[in-house]
């Protein structure tokens, strides 16, 4: 097989995309689980017709881009993937695409944008019918200093406008409020943190859409919401309201009593490590998460710390002479002893961008006069 990928393409006057690789037509099953081998009923099929492979040119709607978020409904004439990525991406940058023309500085903002769709989406399920009362019930039911730290959290979720600013208090309490309900849902089955069936479940939450928000956006009658350490049978709004009790209490552990002092970024932080894994820049301050735009992805039932950063960012304008604008966050060289090395870091971190000229009479600007000319041996 070849690689799959999604190629965006453009020029002056047009824009594309495609799905690359080779996608086997499977006689039966999916291939998530292993087959017998020697029953011929999972033989491969060849391959789908390149015809099949998700493309578009020149929408009607002016834009195109993918945040590896699910491009084809169910049902679709070709098994293209069984993993997708959490959609906030893709539909953050639909509405940004979408909220009229761009240029280079709409762009950098677009790349830099650290709004999650997702903190609206867990309001909305908050306050649907059938969830409004049974929540307060359930926080009116919770020992008094528990009641009164799940009214907090509950309060300042409501009021939250999804931007995860590293300064951000609200920021903190909903990705605390995250990272406990995951805990909550899931822990008392699939624990100890230890075992090998919790570490499959944070690891899969890293690579494509996870079970946690699954369930706090759905999944009512999951046996999970019953909490087996307990006689009594919990139910989602039972475990819901523990969870914003318990992102208080983490908050309070690890970034003290004083809320005013709260910030996403004291917990979420970007560091640059060598080969040997050893830090050689941070921790600095991050804002976002695994949904945003800006992506800052942590581990889930582990900590906050930023698992992987966007390196290399691109812009092409063609309305300049020279269109291409780029940065690396690492810097050019990946040589210790170089001047360049980990120059780029403060630069990524501000949105600085690097012009490239492509004209040979702009040479000179950025790249100087020295020259390593390289000619092949006669």
Not at 199 to 220: I, P, V
Not at 225 to 234: F, I, L, N, Y
Not at 365 to 375: D, E, F, I, P, V
Request: glycine share 10%; aromatic share 10%; net charge neutral.
């Amino acid at each position: 097989c070849a690689i799959g990928l999604n190629m965006l393409f453009t020029d002056a006057s047009h824009i594309g995309w495609q799905v690359t690789g080779r996608f086997p037509n499977r006689r039966e099953g999916e291939g998530l689980l292993p087959s017998p081998g020697w029953e011929g009923r999972y033989d491969w099929d060849g391959y789908a017709d390149p015809m099949l492979h998700p493309y578009d040119q020149d929408p009607a709607q002016g834009w195109l881009g993918t945040a590896n978020q699910r491009i084809i409904p169910h049902g679709y004439g070709m098994q293209l993937s069984n993993s997708w990525y959490y959609p906030e991406r893709g539909e953050r940058l639909a509405e940004l695409a979408g909220s009229g023309k761009h240029d280079g500085r709409s762009m950098i903002a677009m790349q830099y944008d650290q709004t999650t769709p997702f903190a609206a989406k867990l309001k909305k399920m908050f306050e649907a019918p059938g969830m409004a009362q049974p929540l307060k019930k359930a926080i009116d039911a919770l020992p008094e200093a528990e009641r009164s730290k799940a009214r907090e959290a509950y309060s300042r979720l409501m009021a939250f406008d999804g931007k995860l600013s590293p300064v951000s208090a609200d920021a903190a309490i909903y990705e605390l409020f995250l990272q406990e309900s995951a805990r909550q849902i899931f822990l008392d089955k699939l624990g100890p943190e230890s075992s090998p069936a919790w570490k499959a479940l944070m690891a899969n939450g890293a690579l494509s859409y996870s079970a946690q928000a699954d369930h706090l956006l759905g999944q009512e009658d999951s046996p999970f919401w019953d909490d087996s350490r307990t006689p009594q049978k919990e139910d989602k709004p039972a475990i819901l309201a523990r969870s914003l009790a318990a992102a208080i209490s983490a908050g309070e552990s690890q970034l003290g009593g004083d809320r005013r002092a709260w910030q996403w970024g004291k917990l979420h932080s970007y560091s640059w490590k060598n080969a040997s894994g050893q830090v050689i820049r941070g921790p600095l301050q991050a804002g976002g998460d695994h949904s945003t735009l800006n992506s800052s992805p942590y581990r889930w039932g582990q900590d906050f710390n930023v698992t992987q950063a966007p390196a290399l960012r691109l812009i092409v304008d063609f309305g300049q002479s020279e269109p291409l604008s780029v940065m690396n966050s690492s810097g050019q060289s990946g040589n210790p002893a170089s001047p360049n090395y980990l120059n780029g870091i403060d630069a990524w971190l501000k949105g600085q961008y690097l012009s490239l000229p492509l004209q040979p009479q702009n040479f000179d600007r950025l790249y100087g006069k020295t020259r390593l000319t390289l000619a092949p041996g006669k």
